[in-house]
């Protein structure tokens, strides 16, 4: 079965200091993959989404960038981070059409940038 | 561009209630795919229904079921005799099939009292 994987699952940074975190898939191959963003009391924001290796597709100009290394990870980075970035960050993975298909998340990772 | 409404921010009911959480669903595109997910305190979004926009059938699962409404864009959920486990924050989200981005509603978060 597939499993979705991310941490890690809170974090403290300074403002000013480099964000990364990660996101990988396992029991599936050619997974499309996602980073969303929850601000607090509010629904989810894509930020990035990914159809392959090195192919990454960003929804919102931001702060913040996104890596695909391998076919499953998929990783959100920052070299700066600000106050604004914190929020809860969610990876999710579908496969098949990116529109129709069921996206199954991970976790979370709970950003508070002080 | 495609849009979610969930006008009910938050509802509080007691257990053995009945529930209906609104979905109100704006889009052009004459295919797309409707979502709902429910988001517990852990904050992992899981999974609960997919309804592509030719298939108005109703749909029940135990005690969740599910009513599409083209004629009104809507996509209702009720929750029968309630229980203090629904206790969540759902979301309602939509997919167009020309458009790679899933637009989630605000959210309505459920608190169920014993």
């Known amino acids: 079965s597939q499993t979705i994987h991310q941490w890690p699952a809170t974090l403290v940074q300074p403002v000013g200091s480099p964000l990364s975190l990660e996101c990988t898939v396992e029991?599936?191959?050619?997974?499309?993959l996602y980073w969303y963003r929850q601000a607090a009391g509010r629904g989810l924001q894509l930020l990035f989404y990914?159809?392959?290796?090195?192919?990454i597709s960003s929804e919102v100009p931001q702060n913040l960038s996104a890596s695909r290394p391998q076919d499953r990870q998929f990783i959100l980075s920052s070299k700066k981070l600000l106050l604004s970035d914190s929020g809860f960050y969610l990876c999710a993975w579908s496969v098949g059409g990116l529109a129709k298909n069921i996206q199954y998340f991970g976790a979370g990772t709970r950003l508070s940038v002080l | 561009a495609q849009k979610v409404t969930q006008a009910q921010t938050e509802i509080s009911v007691v257990e053995k209630e009945d529930v209906t959480l609104d979905c109100v669903y704006e889009?052009?595109?004459?295919?797309?795919?409707l979502f709902w997910y429910k988001q517990p305190p852990s904050g992992e979004l899981v999974f609960l229904i997919r309804?592509?926009?030719?298939?108005?059938q109703n749909e029940i699962s135990g005690r969740y079921s599910w009513n599409f409404q083209k004629s009104t864009s809507s996509f209702n959920f009720t929750i029968t005799a309630s229980q203090v486990v629904d206790s969540a924050v759902y979301f309602c989200a939509l997919s167009e099939a020309n458009n790679n981005d899933m637009r989630f509603g605000a959210g309505t978060r459920l608190t169920v009292k014993p």
């Open positions: 029991g599936t191959s050619n997974p499309n």
């Open positions: 309804r592509n926009s030719f298939d108005e």
């Open positions: 889009t052009r595109d004459t295919t797309y795919y």
């Open positions: 990914s159809v392959g290796i090195g192919q």
